[in-house]
C-alpha cells in the first residue's frame, strides 16, 4: 500500500493552493485502486463484553504479533490487530522471552479494553507453561504485571485456524540484518545538499531582508513565501532559506529551548485520557484569568 501510494504522496508534495493538481490516468488509477483495497480491508467490531473474547499472540524472530477477536452467534468478529518489531537486544532474546513478551506488549496495547474482562489467551508456544514458574528479570516483571487480569491460557498448534493471523503479524516487519545500512535517500540527499550549498552575499542580504527581528524569525514556508511574493528567485532557494534559518543564531537558540510536548497524539479507538479543570478564579489587575 506505501508503494502503492507513494505517486499520490509525490503529486501533493509542493501543493499549492493557487494552483491545480495534473491529475493523469496513472494517478486516477492509482487513486481508484486504494478505494478499491481500503474499502476490502478487515472488517471491525467493538467488543461485546458478553461475547467469549480470544486473545492470540505470536512471536517471530523480528517482530511480534497479536490477534483479539471475538464470537457472536457463531461468527468470527475481528476487534484488533498488534504488529511491532523487535529492535537493538530485543533480537537476541531466547525464544522463550520473546513469545513471553509478545503476550505482554499485547497486554499492555490492549490494557483499556481487556483489563476488566474475562478473556482467553492462546499461544502456541508450550514453553509459555514457565511463566508460572519462579523467574527472574524481565519475564518476571511481565509476569507480576499480568497476575491480576482475569484470563486463561492454553495452547495451540501453530497450524491451527486463528493462529495463523498472529504469526503473519508477526512477520510484517522489516528484517533488520537485510536493513541495517538502509538510508532514507530523500533524507540523505537532502542533508548533504543543505550542508553543502554556498549562499553568495547577495542573496544573504535578500535573505536577511525578510527573516530577520522586525519581519520575525519565521520557518521555512514563510520566508518562501514572503520572497516568492517579492519577486526574488535565484537557484536552489529552498535549500539557501533552509540554510539560512539553521545557521541563523536566535533560530538555534529558541529551538534549544523549546519545551518539550509531552502529549500524545490519539490514532486509534479506545484511548484514554486524563483531563484536569480548576474554577472559582479571579481577574488579576491585567484583566486576566
Given at each position: ?6 505517486p499520490?504522496r509525490?503529486m501533493?508534495?509542493r501543493?499549492?493552493k493557487?494552483?491545480?493538481?495534473e ?9 481508484e485502486e486504494s478505494r478499491?483495497i481500503?474499502a476490502?480491508?478487515q472488517?471491525?467490531?467493538?467488543m461485546?463484553?458478553?461475547a467469549?473474547i480470544?486473545?492470540q499472540t505470536?512471536?517471530?524472530?523480528f517482530g511480534?504479533?497479536?490477534?483479539l ?6 461468527m468470527v468478529q475481528?476487534?484488533m ?12 532474546w531466547?525464544?522463550?522471552e520473546k513469545?513471553?513478551?509478545?503476550i ?5 496495547v490492549?490494557e ?7 478473556f482467553?489467551?492462546k499461544?502456541d508456544h508450550?514453553?509459555?507453561?514457565y511463566?508460572?514458574?519462579?523467574l ?8 507480576l504485571?499480568m497476575?491480576?487480569?482475569n484470563?486463561t ?9 486463528h493462529?495463523?493471523v498472529p504469526d ?10 537485510e536493513?541495517e545500512?538502509s ?16 549562499i553568495?552575499?547577495?542573496?544573504y542580504?535578500?535573505?536577511?531582508s525578510?527573516h530577520?527581528?522586525?519581519?520575525g524569525?519565521?520557518g521555512?514556508?514563510?520566508t ?9 528567485t535565484f537557484p ?16 538555534q537558540?529558541t529551538s534549544q ?6 502529549a500524545?497524539n490519539f490514532?486509534?479507538?479506545?484511548q ?6 480548576f474554577?472559582n478564579t ?8
Amino acid at each position: 500500500m506505501n508503494d502503492l501510494l507513494q505517486p499520490l504522496r509525490n503529486m501533493v508534495e509542493r501543493y499549492d493552493k493557487h494552483k491545480r493538481l495534473e491529475w493523469t490516468q496513472e494517478l486516477i488509477t492509482i487513486y481508484e485502486e486504494s478505494r478499491r483495497i481500503i474499502a476490502d480491508c478487515q472488517q471491525l467490531f467493538l467488543m461485546d463484553e458478553n461475547a467469549r473474547i480470544t486473545l492470540q499472540t505470536d512471536a517471530s524472530d523480528f517482530g511480534t504479533g497479536g490477534y483479539l477477536f471475538q464470537k457472536v452467534d457463531n461468527m468470527v468478529q475481528v476487534i484488533m490487530c498488534i504488529s511491532k518489531a523487535l529492535v537493538g537486544a530485543q533480537l537476541r532474546w531466547s525464544v522463550r522471552e520473546k513469545e513471553c513478551y509478545g503476550i505482554f506488549y499485547c497486554f499492555k496495547v490492549l490494557e483499556d479494553m481487556l483489563k476488566h474482562v474475562k478473556f482467553h489467551l492462546k499461544t502456541d508456544h508450550k514453553n509459555l507453561v514457565y511463566i508460572n514458574c519462579a523467574l527472574t528479570g524481565k519475564v518476571a516483571r511481565w509476569k507480576l504485571y499480568m497476575q491480576d487480569w482475569n484470563f486463561t491460557v492454553s495452547w495451540v498448534e501453530g497450524q491451527e485456524e486463528h493462529q495463523q493471523v498472529p504469526d503473519k503479524l508477526s512477520r510484517l516487519v522489516s528484517n533488520p540484518e537485510e536493513t541495517e545500512t538502509s538510508i532514507d535517500t530523500e533524507t540523505a540527499v537532502l542533508a548533504v545538499a543543505v550542508a553543502q550549498v554556498a549562499i553568495s552575499d547577495a542573496e544573504y542580504a535578500i535573505i536577511s531582508s525578510q527573516h530577520n527581528a522586525i519581519r520575525g524569525h519565521s520557518g521555512v514556508d514563510v520566508t518562501l513565501n514572503r520572497l516568492r511574493n517579492g519577486g526574488y528567485t535565484f537557484p536552489n532557494l529552498e535549500l539557501k532559506v533552509r540554510t539560512f534559518i539553521r545557521k541563523c543564531p536566535l533560530c538555534q537558540l529558541t529551538s534549544q529551548i523549546k519545551s518539550l510536548v509531552k502529549a500524545q497524539n490519539f490514532t486509534t479507538a479506545f484511548q484514554v485520557i486524563c483531563a484536569d479543570h480548576f474554577r472559582n478564579t479571579r481577574k488579576d489587575t491585567s484583566t486576566h484569568w
